[in-house]
């Protein structure tokens, strides 16, 4: 094999690396954990800034409402590439 050939293959397994982690951090707890607490933590901040009553506990509304749509997006993903390949394309 040239040093070419193999160059060129070696940038190929490590783009297919990075591209396999980076997937793996999308759908990852630990991001979705991470979104969370930053988005209840700012929610909470602004919240409180604004005078609402019990700041925190209504910071959980858009936690929840991204931790849901965590969970439904895969779900649909699936119908939504079914569909495409049925269409043919």
Do not use: H, Y
């Not at 979705?32 to 910071?59: E, H, K, Q, Y």
């Not at 965590?70 to 119908?79: A, C, E, G, N």
Request: a positive charge; charged letters at 25%.
């Amino acid at each position: 094999m040239s040093d070419e050939l193999a160059r060129c293959l070696r940038q190929i397994e490590e783009r297919n690396t990075r591209v396999e982690m980076d997937k793996a951090w999308e759908t990852s707890w630990t991001r979705r954990g991470s979104i969370a607490l930053i988005t209840w933590v700012v929610a909470g901040v602004v919240m409180t800034l604004l005078g609402a009553d019990r700041p925190w506990l209504g910071a959980l509304v858009p936690v929840c409402g991204f931790v849901l749509s965590t969970l439904s997006l895969p779900v649909l993903k699936k119908t939504w590439v079914r569909r495409r390949k049925s269409a043919g394309v």
